[in-house]
């Protein structure tokens, strides 16, 4: 039985206020709070074994090095990938993206295709404009409905034998749509063209199994999932990991290195040059932990529950427009109310002691279809409520009479 008050206590920033109010917070889809075991987890590693990896015979290095190779076994089984070396820790979902795009420069030549979706964060979109800028590759767009969701007929017609990456987020974070990843990968697979999905939005909500996916690359970050910022997973095929060149030269990702000729390391080091967010990469490990303790399932049943219930009262407010209601989402409201700028409502609802994101969400693309500068999107949690929920419709309804 799913226990919300139970979970709260885990996350200590809950319980502080934000101008003398108590803190709502609902911008979980730009970053997750963190649980005590995170932290204590982050604290453990540079009270007792702070220490490079992979380098040092001493103590402190194997204990530092053995954890963050047990967090990557974690985080291969949490993403059911076949082989620990297909996953390669990064600094987030940007520096995975950017690692692919990078390497397909090597592989493209002018005229090739690739295809991106029109519900893509900048970080799916500008690494790929500017490989196309490198090689003369052409940027292909599926577009979208008014709904929020993929135009999926004219992703097919698009598909051709030219077409040799296609990139995808697995859900929008502007919008929530979950996207038909299914359906995208075995598609591209069938002209032989590779598929990155960006499951930065998705993996707080939902546990991918990137085998059954049969997909190529995967990436997303530890914070969006009660993980510390500044790392994430790149899980990447062998074959494709092995054909791609390392994205960056440096320490730990060589075999020998002369002035005539340096050879590369072995997998995931090959994609792992310098020194890695060690303590980042371990916490990683225990917030993919905290979060099956408290099981995706369970997380995606009261989150609904949570949207829905936010979706109904919301839209009981005169004027609220919410964008892309479609029954395929994760827990996340973009709307507007009137034509009140989101940041007025946004500052308002601070004031109030509630934390949503206003703008274009990194989304340009999307606010342009929808002929709007931004929105205000409130995105929840498992540890969030309906009393938090409450707050919020209460806290537009004050902040649309004071600005209207
Ligand atoms: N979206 C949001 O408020 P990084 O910054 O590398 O951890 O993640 C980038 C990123 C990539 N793809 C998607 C779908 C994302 O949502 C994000 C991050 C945050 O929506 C911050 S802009």
Same mark, same amino acid.
């Given at each position: 039985?799913?226990?919300?008050?139970?979970?709260?206590?885990?996350?200590?920033?809950?319980?502080?206020?934000?101008?003398?109010?108590? $803190?709502?917070?609902?911008?979980?889809?730009?970053?997750? &709070?963190?649980?005590?075991?995170?932290?204590?987890?982050?604290?453990?590693?540079?009270?007792?074994?702070?220490?490079?990896?992979?380098?040092?015979?001493?103590?402190?290095?194997?204990? #530092?090095?053995?954890?963050?190779?047990?967090?990557?076994?974690?985080? &291969?089984?949490?993403?059911?990938?076949? /082989?620990?070396?297909?996953?390669?820790?990064?600094?987030?979902?940007?520096?995975?993206?950017?690692?692919?795009?990078?390497?397909?420069?090597? @592989?493209?030549?002018?005229?090739?295709?690739?295809?991106?979706?029109?519900?893509?964060?900048?970080?799916?979109?500008?690494?790929?404009?500017?490989?196309?800028?490198?090689?003369?590759?052409?940027?292909?767009?599926?577009?979208?409905?008014?709904?929020?969701? @993929?135009?999926?007929?004219?992703?097919?017609?698009?598909? *051709?034998?030219?077409?040799?990456? =296609?990139?995808?987020?697995? =859900?929008?974070?502007?919008?929530?749509?979950?996207?038909?990843?299914?359906?995208?990968?075995?598609?591209?697979?069938?002209?032989?063209?590779?598929? $990155?999905?960006?499951?930065?939005?998705?993996?707080?909500?939902?546990?991918?199994?990137? &085998?059954?996916?049969?997909?190529?690359?995967?990436?997303?970050?530890?914070? /969006? $999932?009660?993980?510390?910022?500044?790392?994430?997973?790149?899980?990447?095929?062998?074959?494709?990991?092995? /054909?791609?060149?390392?994205?960056?030269?440096?320490?730990?990702?060589?075999?020998?290195?002369?002035?005539?000729?340096?050879?590369?390391?072995?997998?995931?080091? /090959?994609?792992?040059?310098?020194?890695?967010?060690?303590?980042?990469?371990?916490?990683?490990?225990?917030?993919?932990?905290?979060?099956?303790?408290?099981?995706?399932? *369970?997380?995606?049943?009261?989150?609904?529950?949570?949207?829905?219930?936010? *979706?109904?009262?919301?839209?009981?407010?005169?004027?609220?427009?919410?964008?892309?209601?479609?029954?395929?989402?994760? #827990?996340?409201?973009?709307?507007?109310?009137?034509?009140?700028?989101?940041?007025?409502?946004?500052?308002?609802?601070?004031?109030?002691?509630?934390?949503?994101?206003?703008?274009?969400?990194?989304? &340009?693309?999307?606010?342009?279809?929808?002929?709007?500068?931004?929105?205000?999107?409130?995105?929840?949690?498992?540890?969030?409520?309906?009393?938090?929920?409450?707050? $919020?419709?209460?806290? =537009?309804?004050?902040?649309?009479?004071?600005?209207?």
């Amino acid at each position: 039985m799913f226990n919300v008050d139970k979970i709260r206590e885990d996350f200590p920033i809950l319980k502080r206020t934000v101008h003398g109010k108590s $803190l709502v917070y609902f911008d979980n889809a730009a970053t997750s &709070q963190t649980p005590q075991v995170v932290i204590d987890t982050i604290v453990d590693y540079y009270s007792n074994y702070n220490a490079n990896i992979h380098r040092g015979v001493h103590t402190l290095s194997q204990e #530092a090095t053995d954890k963050y190779e047990e967090a990557r076994i974690k985080i &291969q089984k949490h993403f059911n990938a076949e /082989k620990a070396y297909e996953i390669i820790l990064t600094s987030g979902t940007t520096h995975g993206i950017n690692m692919i795009a990078s390497g397909f420069a090597s @592989l493209l030549k002018t005229g090739d295709e690739i295809i991106v979706s029109a519900l893509e964060h900048h970080s799916n979109i500008v690494p790929w404009q500017m490989l196309c800028e490198k090689t003369g590759a052409i940027l292909k767009v599926i577009p979208m409905d008014e709904d929020g969701t @993929l135009r999926m007929d004219i992703y097919h017609e698009l598909l *051709t034998n030219k077409t040799k990456i =296609v990139f995808c987020n697995h =859900v929008s974070n502007a919008l929530g749509t979950i996207n038909p990843i299914e359906e995208i990968i075995h598609a591209a697979h069938k002209f032989g063209a590779a598929v $990155l999905i960006d499951g930065a939005q998705a993996t707080p909500h939902i546990k991918p199994d990137v &085998q059954e996916l049969d997909v190529d690359f995967y990436v997303a970050s530890a914070h /969006k $999932l009660c993980g510390p910022t500044g790392v994430g997973v790149l899980y990447g095929k062998e074959e494709w990991l092995q /054909k791609l060149p390392p994205y960056q030269g440096g320490g730990e990702m060589i075999e020998t290195v002369t002035f005539d000729k340096t050879t590369y390391a072995g997998l995931p080091h /090959k994609f792992e040059a310098g020194t890695p967010n060690i303590c980042g990469g371990i916490a990683f490990g225990a917030a993919i932990d905290y979060m099956n303790s408290v099981g995706f399932e *369970t997380i995606a049943s009261y989150e609904n529950e949570l949207l829905e219930y936010a *979706t109904s009262k919301l839209l009981n407010i005169e004027g609220l427009k919410i964008y892309a209601n479609n029954k395929c989402k994760t #827990a996340v409201i973009s709307f507007n109310v009137n034509d009140i700028h989101p940041y007025d409502i946004g500052s308002i609802l601070d004031k109030l002691g509630i934390a949503v994101r206003t703008g274009h969400h990194c989304a &340009q693309p999307i606010m342009d279809f929808y002929k709007i500068p931004g929105t205000i999107r409130a995105s929840f949690s498992f540890y969030n409520t309906k009393e938090e929920i409450d707050v $919020l419709v209460a806290g =537009v309804k004050r902040a649309t009479m004071m600005l209207s």
